[in-house]
């Protein structure tokens, strides 16, 4: 089955510095992946469309030169979060669609502490 | 805007129990829906998928259904366990379009005592 590998799968890291978390797909080319944020208790809330070789899509209210995202290649798309505060401490997942596939696939998501 | 509400937002049964979890979503257009479990901390588990044509959809102890005109699903759990202990989360898919992301409920954790 199509499978997303995510990770680190948990940073802490200072304020002001910046994270990359990475998601590939291992088994499958992802033309498209999207990037979502989860705080507690919330239900995840999409961030970006990330499309290989093109800028990613930007939901309303994200910041796109906080939250980079970058979709180099059809395996790969990555998320910065540049300059991080403690409010950006979250919990951050992507997930692909494998063309001709009904269901969405999820990395195992990415536990952020900005301290 | 398509909502997805989940009730009831937490649930406690003993082992053993039958339930059911309910989802409603505003807007009929969608291509598929889906439940999804969540351990604390961790990603997502696919649980079931059902097809905008579909009724329901069978996996184990899981029971899915769609009334699409209506706007529900219910995922029933038969003879909960305490390692069924999670939050359940719906989503649906909107109608195909390329690059269209899956838009969530807010989940209902479950939590199953022995």
């Known amino acids: 089955g199509a499978v997303v590998s995510q990770h680190p799968s948990r940073v802490i890291c200072k304020s002001g510095t910046s ?10 080319q992802a033309t498209t992946m999207f990037w979502y944020r989860q705080f507690p208790k919330q239900s995840l809330m999409l961030m970006a469309t990330s499309n290989e070789g093109s800028k990613a899509t930007y939901e309303q209210g994200v910041e796109k030169d906080k939250f980079l995202i970058n979709h180099a290649s059809l395996t790969l798309s990555t998320l910065t979060v540049t300059s991080a505060h403690p409010e950006d401490s979250s919990f951050y997942i992507c997930s692909a669609i494998r063309q001709g596939a009904r269901g969405y696939t999820f990395g195992s998501g990415t536990r ?3 301290v | 805007k398509q909502e997805v509400t989940q009730i009831p937002a937490a649930l406690s049964v003993p082992e053993g129990e039958n339930l ?3 989802c409603s979503f505003t807007d009929s257009a969608i291509y598929n829906l889906q439940w999804f479990r969540q ?8 649980l079931l998928l059902i097809q905008s044509s579909q009724r329901e959809q069978t996996s184990g102890r899981l029971n899915a259904s769609l009334d699409k005109s209506s706007g529900r699903s219910t995922l029933y759990i038969a003879a909960s366990q305490p390692g069924d202990s999670a939050t359940y989360l719906c989503a649906v898919r909107p109608i195909n379009q390329a690059g269209t992301a ?3 409920g807010k989940g209902t954790t479950l939590s199953v005592s022995s």
């Open chain 2, 102 to 104: 899956l838009i969530f």
């Open chain 2, 39 to 46: 351990d604390p901390g961790k990603g997502l588990t696919s």
């Open chain 2, 20 to 22: 059911v979890l309910n």
């Open chain 1, 112 to 114: 952020l502490t900005v």
């Open chain 1, 19 to 28: 994270v990359k978390i990475e998601c590939r797909s291992l088994d499958f």
